[in-house]
Nanobody, 123 residues
Framework: QVQLVESGGGSVQAGGSLRLSCAASGRSFNNYAMGWFRRTPGKEREFVAAISWSGGSIYYADSVKGRFTISRDNAKNTVYLQMNSLKPEDTAVYYC????????????????WGQGTQVTVSS
């Protein structure tokens, strides 16, 4: 059974930074892409960032480009999301997700999900 556990969420003022982590366990994660999505109340869950197994392919939503950085440590089966210059509109529950193969931006193509971690940015 695949388990994904996010951590690192919290409250921060606008302009601040947070680093989210997501640790995966339960099986071998060779050749798995990992991604981050977020959901705000009343909205669909939206893509934030994704990274390939090798780290050679990385994708970002336009809304976070230049502010967020996704990275991974395969030895630890962990993916990170460094979030800088945070804005109130970044407030959301952030979820990590895992899929076999290449990273994609489509939510329904990720079969494994974490429970989410709340990020709140105040103005």
């Amino acid at each position: 059974q695949v388990q994904l556990v996010e951590s690192g969420g919290g409250s921060v003022q606008a302009g601040g930074s947070l680093r989210l982590s997501c640790a995966a366990s339960g099986r071998s994660f060779n050749n798995y892409a990992m991604g981050w999505f977020r959901r705000t109340p009343g909205k669909e869950r939206e893509f934030v960032a994704a990274i390939s197994w090798s780290g050679g392919s990385i994708y970002y939503a336009d809304s976070v480009k230049g502010r967020f950085t996704i990275s991974r440590d395969n030895a630890k089966n962990t993916v990170y999301l460094q979030m800088n210059s945070l804005k109130p509109e970044d407030t959301a529950v952030y979820y990590c997700a895992v899929r076999f193969g290449i990273p994609v931006v489509v939510e329904r193509l990720y079969p494994y999900w974490g429970q989410g971690t709340q990020v709140t940015v105040s103005s």
